[in-house]
């Protein structure tokens, strides 16, 4: 084996990948079934309150646009979809693995949300994603964040200065300091999850926009990298921030995968800032 991979198998191993969560697998499970049961997943649940109390709010949503109000957690499930709760409900045990101090986690998994939801908008006005894979891979996309903050300590201190290069590909700046990447660290944790193979690539390659204009990578793949930089530009906006390095670098091929022009870009980045409102 190469020193330099010797060294990089090394490292990863030092970065705590949360295991799998036995609810996790128990939901997994059903949903491997026939015909899963929103029965049967509203039991599995139904002895955590914060999770079944988190369904309900998502299931009554405005990003879901229900017209009508669940009341109960089955009621949830069948509103959303087995899918989308089960998308839902792996990000809930995601936020219960992940280790590290809580104002930093609140904020990034604060962000997290808010890209989700921007990501599962743009798949329905789109078209391009099921909403659950959608909602899944906007809330993993950065999950290698934190499992990077509890390993280096200078962690925090590098993503800012990932987020301020104008120039290098985010992941590029951790690479040169750390041989790894949120991206790839990200990536590892999604397939250990079992979760979609379209989510863990695109977890993989969310910082790499050569991949938009790529014909062999994935078309399911590309949508998503591409809307997670949509996401990004909505959630600058969200914040009063004029400026996101991240458009800059890949916001014209994320538009052209699309196949939006500027003025069909604008409306719907207006409708997402309008929906986080009336959310709030």
């Known amino acids: 084996m190469p020193v330099e991979n010797a060294v990089e198998e090394a490292l990863m191993r030092s970065i705590r990948i949360p295991p799998r969560p036995s609810l996790l697998v128990d939901l997994q499970r059903e949903l491997a079934q026939p015909d899963p049961s929103p029965r049967r997943i509203a039991r599995i649940i139904g002895n955590d309150v914060g999770m079944s109390g988190a369904l309900l709010k998502l299931a009554n949503s405005p990003f879901f646009g229900a017209a009508r109000k669940a009341k109960s957690v089955e009621q949830g499930i069948n509103f959303l979809g087995i899918n989308q709760c089960a998308a839902l409900l792996t990000g809930l045990l995601a936020r219960q693995a992940i280790e590290g101090k809580e104002?930093?986690?609140?904020?990034?998994?604060?962000?997290?949300?808010?890209?989700?939801?921007?990501?599962?908008?743009?798949?329905?006005?789109?078209?391009?994603?099921?909403?659950?894979?959608?909602?899944?891979?906007?809330?993993?996309c950065d999950i290698g964040v934190p499992l990077l903050m509890n390993r280096f300590t200078d962690y925090a201190a590098t993503y800012a200065d990932a987020c301020d290069d104008a120039v290098q590909a985010f992941t590029a700046v951790e690479d040169s300091r750390y041989s790894t990447n949120h991206a790839a660290i990200g990536c590892l944790l999604a397939?250990?999850?079992g979760l979609s193979p379209d989510v863990s690539w695109a977890i993989l390659l969310h910082h790499d926009y050569r991949v938009l204009d790529d014909p062999a990578t994935d078309d399911a793949v590309r949508s998503l990298v591409a809307l997670a930089l949509l996401a990004e530009k909505g959630i600058a906006r969200f914040h009063s921030r004029q400026l996101s390095y991240e458009w800059e670098k890949g916001g014209d091929q994320a538009c052209r995968h699309l196949g939006?022009?500027?003025?069909?870009?604008?409306?719907?980045?207006?409708?997402l800032h309008e929906a986080f409102h009336t959310e709030r």
């Open 103 to 140: 104002a930093d986690l609140n904020a990034f998994w604060e962000v997290s949300a808010r890209r989700a939801q921007a990501v599962v908008f743009f798949s329905r006005k789109l078209r391009i994603a099921p909403p659950d894979i959608a909602h899944t891979f906007g809330l993993f």
């Open 191 to 193: 397939r250990n999850w």
């Open 260 to 271: 939006l022009s500027e003025d069909e870009t604008a409306d719907l980045l207006d409708e």
